[in-house]
């Protein structure tokens, strides 16, 4: 991305580490207390599912923000083309997992959900590598310009093939989720969690916290490996890469391809969120629109790019906000004068994390990501690691 | 005049450059070259600006596709191979502008250079399946085992952009060698380092050639370090191969003193 800078070290060079790092207890607890939070996060919120769904919207944001910052941060190809992915896999988790309506005017092929799912996440990575030859050729602005081309295609697509997507006055359900005959719907009976009846919200919260979660785990260990580095030194050098044994073409298709299945999983997630697909009426505003695509571009931005953690942290901010403002709108009667003009939740968060991208690109190249790392180690006085360990 | 090493290795061949021509457009950048970089010798390849030592160094690395002419190591031609293979080959590069990333720790830059001896893709990676980790520790090791050979050790855990130009030279030829190449192609390694740095880069590329018993191609301005360390010299001129022999040969060659005088005049292009 940038040359190599001949500075002198910011820090005193750190000792040599010992072979193996001692086990940083604070941390692991720090990271189950987290889990376990999420897993209690139900609990907490109990009967009212509304702080639920919330919830499960950041975690659609992680799973697209996470293959999203691979892509942009790691392999260096910018791309705003996430809500033409989360489109195709929503339709295609319709498409495979549907039957086809009463009328017989939707194209449905009765797939059991899960591999309906795993389907529709292969059909994004598939679609991705098709845009291969175009994003292997582009660089910079001009390739996310080319990836923009594919929100317009997705909303024109999505409109004119209704037999798929089920048009944009009605849309389509798509079929309720399960694994094998575990359904998640509202059932009577239903398990609970210290009190809490684990109904189609709760199930939801969990399939997709695993599912983050996954994706998380993946992305993580993949930017530590070998196709990391791929990725990277394609990013910085094509002709170092090269000579170093990398095939740029194919690396990059790969990248493409693997943060457009990522989508896809965000798009299979947004459907089942939504309980309907239904496509866009116009492309400024809506489930699949250009903000998203700059929502998740900023999520990655405000994380530091390529950083699976600040992809975490840039998706609570601009998918959390959101919904938690809109929240205290209908709780606390915010925004009552959004209607005739005023502020709403959206236009407000909109405008904070606009004002968030603009001081990270000013102050703090590296993102959330790099403030949490200066964190930890003004605290443990650890040597400052690479800022692409992912 | 050849100070061969104790013992040349079966592995190590010979690099021949054959009647290469290069040209863009109307630009003749190479012509008719030819040489060959016996092995486990270093070899220099030096020449005044301009001359096409670093686009012969991209013919042999597949980055460039000659005009005409080819590029043989052994019995491989390396003309018609994409230029991704030359580091299975066992071609490894060091480039005239650092081309690190500057963002990445200096192992895990150097852990690139592994790549064509490891395998594995996002999924492998990803669930940090045992054996992957197993195996990436012992390349890990391995190239431990190369910075502590550049002198780059102490800084393993340093961000490149954070190192000081000369360190940051040395680690690109470490990437280089983390390829466990049989020939070694250094484009200008003291090119921006000072005295001190450039004598000791010296002893560096004699020591490696010494300890791998590897062949090395080198491009370098600093004559000092090419007569104090090369076991031949091939000299470039406006893209003409214009002498090529021992250092004490080339020294002496007429031509070589008018090329590098600028007596001859300049030729048009
Ligand atoms: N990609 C290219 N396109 C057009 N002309 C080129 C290209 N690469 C090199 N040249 C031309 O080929 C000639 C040789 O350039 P080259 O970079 O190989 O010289 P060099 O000997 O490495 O010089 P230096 O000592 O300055 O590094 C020059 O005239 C240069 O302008
Ligand atoms: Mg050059």
């Given at each position: 991305m940038s040359e190599v800078t001949v500075t002198p070290p910011e820090t005193e060079a750190p000792p040599t580490?010992?072979?193996?790092?001692?086990?940083?207890?604070?941390?692991?607890?720090?990271?189950?207390?987290?889990?376990?939070?999420?897993?209690?996060?139900?609990?907490?919120?109990?009967?009212?599912?509304?702080?639920?769904?919330?919830?499960?919207?950041?975690?659609?944001?992680?799973?697209?923000?996470?293959?999203?910052?691979?892509?942009?941060?790691?392999?260096?190809?910018?791309?705003?083309?996430?809500?033409?992915?989360?489109?195709?896999?929503?339709?295609?988790?319709?498409?495979?997992?549907?039957?086809?309506?009463?009328?017989?005017?939707?194209?449905?092929?009765?797939?059991?959900?899960?591999?309906?799912?795993?389907?529709?996440?292969?059909?994004?990575?598939?679609?991705?590598?098709?845009?291969?030859?175009?994003?292997?050729?582009?660089?910079?602005?001009?390739?996310?310009?080319?990836?923009?081309?594919?929100?317009?295609?997705?909303?024109?697509?999505?409109?004119?093939?209704?037999?798929?997507?089920?048009?944009?006055?009605?849309?389509?359900?798509?079929?309720?989720?399960?694994?094998?005959?575990?359904?998640?719907?509202?059932?009577?009976?239903?398990?609970?969690?210290?009190?809490?009846?684990?109904?189609?919200?709760?199930?939801?919260?969990?399939?997709?916290?695993?599912?983050?979660?996954?994706?998380?785990?993946?992305?993580?260990?993949?930017?530590?490996?070998?196709?990391?580095r791929a990725?990277r030194a394609v990013r910085d050098n094509e002709a170092a890469a090269t000579a170093m044994g990398v095939?740029?073409?194919?690396?990059?298709?790969?990248?493409?391809?693997?943060?457009?299945?990522?989508?896809?999983?965000?798009?299979?997630?947004?459907?089942?969120?939504?309980?309907?697909?239904?496509?866009?009426?116009?492309?400024?505003?809506?489930?699949?629109?250009?903000?998203?695509?700059?929502?998740?571009?900023?999520?990655?931005?405000?994380?530091?790019?390529?950083?699976?953690?600040?992809?975490?942290?840039?998706?609570?901010?601009?998918?959390?906000?959101?919904?938690?403002?809109?929240?205290?709108?209908?709780?606390?009667?915010?925004?009552?004068?959004?209607?005739?003009?005023?502020?709403?939740?959206?236009?407000?968060?909109?405008?904070?994390?606009?004002?968030?991208?603009?001081?990270?690109?000013?102050?703090?190249?590296?993102?959330?990501?790099?403030?949490?790392?200066?964190?930890?180690?003004?605290?443990?006085?650890?040597p400052t690691r690479g800022g692409d360990r992912? | 005049?050849?100070?061969?090493?104790?013992?040349?290795?079966?592995?190590?061949?010979?690099l021949?450059?054959?009647?290469?021509?290069?040209?863009?457009?109307?630009?003749?950048?190479?012509?008719?070259?030819?040489?060959?970089v016996?092995?486990?010798t270093v070899h220099a390849l030096i020449g005044p600006n301009g001359a096409g030592k670093s686009s012969c160094f991209n013919v042999i690395s597949g980055l460039y596709?000659?005009?005409?002419?080819?590029?043989?190591?052994?019995?491989?031609?390396?003309?018609?191979?994409?230029p991704h293979?030359l580091a299975?080959?066992g071609v490894g590069r060091s480039f005239q502008n650092i081309a690190l990333s500057p963002h990445s720790t200096v192992r895990d830059n150097v852990l690139l250079g592994r790549h064509a001896l490891?395998?594995?893709?996002?999924?492998?990676?990803?669930?940090?399946?045992?054996?992957?980790?197993?195996?990436?520790?012992?390349h890990v090791?391995r190239v431990e085992e190369i910075c502590a050979f550049l002198g780059v050790d102490d800084r393993l855990d340093v961000p490149v952009g954070a190192l000081p130009y000369g360190v940051a030279k040395r680690v690109d030829i470490a990437r280089a060698l983390a390829v466990e190449p049989t020939l070694l192609l250094l484009d200008e390694p003291a090119a921006g380092l000072n005295a001190t740095e450039t004598a000791e880069m010296g002893v560096t590329i004699r020591d490696l050639r010494d300890a791998l018993g590897i062949s090395v191609l080198l491009v370098e301005h600093d004559m000092g370090l090419v007569m104090g360390i090369a076991d031949r010299v091939s000299?470039l001129?406006?893209?003409?191969?214009?002498?090529?022999?021992?250092p004490?040969?080339?020294?002496?060659?007429?031509?070589?003193?008018?090329?590098?005088?600028?007596?001859?005049?300049?030729?048009?292009?």
């Amino acid at each position: 991305m940038s040359e190599v800078t001949v500075t002198p070290p910011e820090t005193e060079a750190p000792p040599t580490p010992a072979p193996r790092r001692p086990r940083n207890w604070l941390k692991i607890a720090g990271v189950t207390l987290f889990l376990v939070l999420l897993v209690l996060f139900p609990v907490f919120t109990g009967t009212d599912v509304a702080y639920l769904k919330a919830g499960q919207y950041v975690l659609i944001g992680v799973v697209g923000a996470v293959g999203l910052t691979m892509l942009v941060g790691q392999a260096g190809q910018l791309s705003l083309a996430t809500p033409f992915f989360l489109l195709v896999g929503a339709v295609s988790y319709a498409v495979l997992a549907g039957d086809s309506g009463d009328s017989g005017d939707l194209v449905g092929l009765g797939l059991p959900p899960v591999v309906a799912a795993v389907g529709a996440v292969v059909i994004c990575g598939l679609v991705g590598l098709a845009f291969a030859p175009v994003s292997g050729r582009l660089r910079g602005i001009y390739l996310g310009v080319a990836s923009l081309s594919l929100v317009f295609l997705g909303l024109y697509l999505g409109q004119s093939l209704d037999m798929l997507s089920g048009g944009t006055s009605t849309g389509r359900p798509p079929p309720t989720f399960a694994i094998f005959d575990f359904r998640f719907a509202n059932t009577e009976p239903a398990p609970t969690i210290l009190g809490v009846a684990v109904q189609k919200q709760q199930r939801l919260w969990y399939l997709f916290l695993v599912l983050a979660i996954g994706a998380y785990l993946l992305a993580r260990g993949a930017v530590r490996s070998r196709i990391g580095r791929a990725w990277r030194a394609v990013r910085d050098n094509e002709a170092a890469a090269t000579a170093m044994g990398v095939h740029v073409t194919r690396v990059k298709a790969g990248a493409f391809t693997i943060s457009s299945a990522y989508a896809g999983l965000a798009g299979v997630m947004t459907a089942l969120w939504l309980d309907l697909v239904k496509p866009d009426e116009n492309e400024f505003v809506g489930t699949y629109s250009i903000t998203v695509a700059i929502g998740y571009l900023a999520m990655v931005i405000i994380g530091g790019l390529g950083s699976i953690p600040g992809a975490v942290a840039g998706a609570v901010l601009v998918n959390g906000l959101p919904q938690l403002l809109t929240l205290g709108a209908t709780e606390f009667g915010w925004f009552a004068d959004a209607r005739f003009g005023g502020p709403s939740p959206v236009l407000i968060s909109a405008f904070v994390y606009g004002v968030a991208v603009v001081l990270v690109v000013m102050f703090e190249p590296g993102g959330l990501a790099a403030i949490g790392r200066r964190l930890a180690h003004v605290r443990a006085a650890r040597p400052t690691r690479g800022g692409d360990r992912g | 005049m050849t100070a061969a090493p104790a013992e040349i290795r079966e592995d190590v061949r010979t690099l021949a450059v054959d009647d290469v021509t290069l040209r863009f457009g109307g630009i003749t950048a190479l012509s008719e070259v030819s040489f060959a970089v016996r092995p486990g010798t270093v070899h220099a390849l030096i020449g005044p600006n301009g001359a096409g030592k670093s686009s012969c160094f991209n013919v042999i690395s597949g980055l460039y596709r000659p005009t005409s002419g080819r590029v043989r190591l052994g019995d491989t031609d390396l003309t018609g191979t994409s230029p991704h293979r030359l580091a299975a080959l066992g071609v490894g590069r060091s480039f005239q502008n650092i081309a690190l990333s500057p963002h990445s720790t200096v192992r895990d830059n150097v852990l690139l250079g592994r790549h064509a001896l490891t395998r594995g893709g996002f999924f492998s990676g990803g669930l940090r399946l045992p054996r992957t980790v197993r195996t990436e520790r012992r390349h890990v090791a391995r190239v431990e085992e190369i910075c502590a050979f550049l002198g780059v050790d102490d800084r393993l855990d340093v961000p490149v952009g954070a190192l000081p130009y000369g360190v940051a030279k040395r680690v690109d030829i470490a990437r280089a060698l983390a390829v466990e190449p049989t020939l070694l192609l250094l484009d200008e390694p003291a090119a921006g380092l000072n005295a001190t740095e450039t004598a000791e880069m010296g002893v560096t590329i004699r020591d490696l050639r010494d300890a791998l018993g590897i062949s090395v191609l080198l491009v370098e301005h600093d004559m000092g370090l090419v007569m104090g360390i090369a076991d031949r010299v091939s000299v470039l001129d406006f893209g003409r191969l214009i002498a090529d022999g021992s250092p004490a040969e080339v020294q002496a060659d007429p031509e070589v003193i008018r090329a590098y005088l600028g007596t001859g005049g300049e030729e048009p292009e």
